[in-house]
């Protein structure tokens, strides 16, 4: 099983400050975390994302349009801010693993979420991802 855990944005991540000498302890505790389940193998991936303002999102149209939106998106506290990628036997290794997660900012208040990502066997039988069988 395969876990998104997504560092929800703040209005810190979204500034795209460069971190003073503050966030050292952080940086030290999350690389020590990340270095920890990389030795369990459990760590597939895990990154910090650039502020919104440096992105953009492709809206599909009903009638087919596409449509391009430049960043920064105004809901912050619907943006990611980086993510970590595990694989895992069950939600419960997830939810241990999660729950030592470090806080991902210093001095507010800040969440994680986490996700569970389909594989090919939720889509149908022989993981053949055919639809309605």
Not at 15 to 28: M, T, V, Y
Not at 103 to 127: K, M, N, Q, S
Request: with cysteine; hydrophobic share 35%.
């Amino acid at each position: 099983m395969r876990f998104m855990i997504q560092v929800r944005a703040t209005d810190t991540s979204e500034r795209g400050d460069k971190p003073g000498p503050e966030f050292a302890q952080l940086f030290e505790d999350m690389g020590a975390f990340h270095e920890e389940m990389a030795r369990a193998g459990v760590l597939l991936d895990g990154a910090g994302l650039r502020p919104s303002r440096q992105g953009w999102r492709q809206r599909y149209h009903a009638d087919g349009r596409r449509e391009v939106v430049d960043g920064p998106f105004a809901e912050t506290k619907e943006l990611i801010a980086g993510y970590t990628l595990i694989q895992v036997r069950s939600e419960e290794e997830a939810r241990a693993w999660a729950s030592r997660f470090p806080a991902p900012f210093i001095g507010i208040t800040c969440e994680i979420e986490v996700r569970r990502l389909y594989e090919e066997a939720d889509f149908g039988p022989g993981g053949d991802m055919e639809i309605g069988r």
